[in-house]
């Protein structure tokens, strides 16, 4: 899946294909801002528009509401848009949201091909990362995410992005609150797509314990920093381990990954 690009040429597109096709991929720029490119964030980008770490979501932007790349935007299209035209029953989630772009894609694509039943479920403490908690969860050891301003982004500032897109709908659900507290509880009964974003162990752990198992048969896990944050690819090789899980590890962009359950 994530091999493709946009604006694959196909000669057997109906009317309303292309403009569905149009409109996603538009989102899709927009939600990145590769349309005007603003300078990142981060301490190692250089405060600078670099289209190259844009694509590869190696940059923290200072405009745009998705940090996480075209490869990785591409490969949520795919994944979303499989699910649809397979009828794999079941909900989006996102753990971890930052200013919502991910979601705000999630939703689009909802809406582009007419899904009123599905909900996207927004998961997020929205005041960042925690302290890590490094005697139950070691590998979180010197974690340093809750010290970046950047990553604490208010509900109230995401449902603005939801509503600048005019997606700010009943089919958005907001789950407020570290993962541990509102996770095991959420009112959610299955997933045709969980995406953890999560970045360190104990985030990651939460999801996967606390929503795998809602996952439907040809749904997707797809995890956001499994090629970034060595504690992200441990909590899945973990539970991976754990649960006997030998569905294949694709590789989106060396940073994230997918598989689909079996």
């Known amino acids: 899946m994530s091999t493709l690009i946009l604006n694959t040429k196909e000669t057997n597109k109906t009317a309303n294909q292309e403009i569905r096709d149009l409109y996603l991929d538009l989102m899709h720029r927009c939600l990145l801002n590769l349309i005007y490119g603003d300078p990142g964030q981060d301490p190692w980008s250089g ?7 844009r694509l590869y979501g190696r940059d923290w932007p200072s405009v745009a509401h998705t940090m996480i790349g075209h490869h990785r935007m591409l490969n949520l299209r795919l994944v979303m848009e499989y699910v649809i035209e397979n009828n794999i029953p079941g909900d989006f989630i996102e ?8 979601c705000i894609y999630a939703r689009a694509i909802l809406k582009a091909f007419g899904d009123t039943q599905r909900k996207v479920w927004v998961a997020d403490s929205f005041e960042g990362l925690p302290k890590p908690d490094e005697s139950n969860y070691p ?3 010197g974690d340093k995410h809750h010290t970046y301003e950047q990553l604490c982004i208010s509900l109230d500032e995401v449902k603005n992005n939801f509503a600048l897109y005019d997606l700010l709908d009943d089919q958005v659900q907001f789950l407020k609150g570290w993962f541990k507290d509102t996770l095991p509880t959420a009112p ?5 797509v969980l995406r953890l974003d999560g970045d360190m162990y104990e985030s990651t752990m939460d999801g996967l314990n606390n929503l795998y198992h809602k996952v439907s048969p040809g749904g997707f896990v797809i995890v956001d920093d499994y090629g970034a944050v060595p504690a992200c690819a441990k909590a899945v090789n973990d539970f991976r381990e754990q649960e006997g899980i030998t569905d294949p590890i694709v590789n989106i962009d060396n940073i994230g990954v997918y598989w689909q359950k079996t």
């Open 47 to 53: 405060q600078t528009y670099n289209p190259q770490l």
């Open 139 to 141: 590998a979180d050891k």
């Open 95 to 102: 753990t971890g949201v930052w200013r919502g772009g991910a």
């Open 188 to 192: 959610i009964d299955q997933l045709a």
